[in-house]
């Protein structure tokens, strides 16, 4: 029997690397997005196998939408990876409606989406929250980002304490620095709005961001292959070296 994942921010970048390896490992993938163009070029490239829903994870009738289409489906894997950036600048100048849709995609979302579905999920569901090195330190300009994530790291860890009697796993991964849209937003910011523009801007231009394939791997050992306390241990970072003869493996990269 094929096993159910359902991924936000499906239709580009990270969340369409990782639905594509999900599929080639005979999942069942409910893609969710926003913008339906890319959704439908997911469901266009693998048919069946893919649900898409088009939804915004930041509001209440987005996530009964996805609800609904989930219903009583058991869902084996839960991947929160919608996320956006703006508003980006300095804190004093930043407005209260831009920093609370900020937070109900980026936090709002994942905590209640995971509300909303935990009636699909059961012994040996996992969930995985998409984190960032901004969870874990402030970045001039990113303020709303670095606030969201953090709170979304702890989220991760009250989730964790309070599933982990019901046999159903909660990780956060940092994917690491990877050439999405969102990297190229990045570099058409404003410096005086983003000071380390110069910082991300040498990152493309020395190859130096990581392909959204390669962190799709990362993340479906972890979703797949990864032991339970590794799973849940910490925010793994995908530049642990211990953890790299784990899942990169040089046959990964001929599918």
């Not at 009583?72 to 703006?86: E, M, S, T």
């Not at 109900?104 to 012994?123: A, D």
């Not at 990297?183 to 005086?192: A, K, S, T, V």
């Not at 910490?234 to 530049?239: E, G, L, P, V, Y």
Request: positive net charge; hydrophobic residues 40%; charged residues 25%.
């Amino acid at each position: 029997m094929k096993k159910h994942a359902l991924i936000t921010g499906a239709g580009t970048g990270i969340g369409r690397a990782l639905c594509e390896k999900l599929l080639k490992k005979n999942h069942e993938v409910i893609g969710v997005g926003r913008r339906p163009a890319p959704l439908e070029k997911l469901k266009q490239d693998f048919g069946q196998s893919v649900t898409i829903v088009e939804a915004d994870v930041g509001t209440v009738s987005g996530r009964n939408k996805i609800h609904s289409v989930v219903k009583k489906q058991k869902l084996d894997l839960l991947v929160h990876n919608a996320a956006v950036l703006d508003p980006v600048g300095p804190i004093s100048k930043m407005k209260r409606r831009e920093w609370q849709k900020h937070f109900q995609i980026n936090f709002e979302g994942p905590v209640f989406l995971t509300q909303k579905l935990l009636p699909c999920l059961g012994t040996g569901s996992r969930i995985l929250n998409i984190s960032s090195g901004a969870a874990h330190r402030s970045i001039q300009g990113w303020a709303a980002y670095c606030m969201s994530k953090a709170a979304l790291h702890m989220s991760y860890e009250c989730w964790k304490e309070e599933l982990s009697g019901q046999g159903i796993l909660v990780g956060s991964v940092k994917p690491g620095v990877v050439d999405t849209a969102m990297q190229e937003q990045i570099r058409n910011l404003d410096e005086e709005r983003f000071p380390m523009l110069e910082n991300f801007r040498s990152l493309k231009r020395n190859n130096e961001l990581l392909d959204p394939n390669t962190v799709s791997r990362f993340l479906a050992w972890l979703l797949l292959d990864a032991k339970p306390e590794i799973f849940t241990e910490k925010d793994q970072d995908i530049r642990d070296e211990a953890l790299k003869p784990l899942w990169d493996v040089s046959n990964e990269t001929t599918e």
